[in-house]
Nanobody
Framework: QVQLVESGGGLVQAGGSLRLSCAAS????????MGWFRQAPGKEREFVAA????????YYADAVKGRFTISRDNAKNTVYLQMNSLKPEDTAVYYC????????????????????WGQGTQVTVSS
């Protein structure tokens, strides 16, 4: 079992930055693929970014490429999402997700690709 706790959300003006953190429990964090998803009011949860267990591969949704960066520190059991140049349309609840299964490059973007989820952290970008 893995427990995930997100932090770092808040209110920021358009053009600003936030860094989200996701702290994971468990000794096997370093073997898990990690992802960030978001859900805006009235919309489905969508993929934002993902990182392989080693950190050697990263994946991004087109909407955030060039603005967001995912990283991980396996020694701290933590994954990060650095969000720059934020836009009002980035407003959502952001969720961290983890999965222990081996993955190919196209196994990172689906909700069903992850077994464990955090409770989410709210990000609000004002215009």
């Amino acid at each position: 079992q893995v427990q995930l706790v997100e932090s770092g959300g808040g209110l920021v003006q358009a053009g600003g930055s936030l860094r989200l953190s996701c702290a994971a429990s468990g000794r096997t964090f370093s073997s898990y693929a990690m992802g960030w998803f978001r859900q805006a009011p009235g919309k489905e949860r969508e993929f934002v970014a993902a990182i392989s267990w080693s950190g050697g591969s990263t994946y991004y949704a087109d909407a955030v490429k060039g603005r967001f960066t995912i990283s991980r520190d396996n020694a701290k059991n933590t994954v990060y999402l650095q969000m720059n140049s934020l836009k009002p349309e980035d407003t959502a609840v952001y969720y961290c997700a983890a999965d222990p299964r081996p993955k190919y490059y196209n196994d990172y973007e689906g909700l069903n690709d992850y077994d464990y989820w955090g409770q989410g952290t709210q990000v609000t970008v004002s215009s």
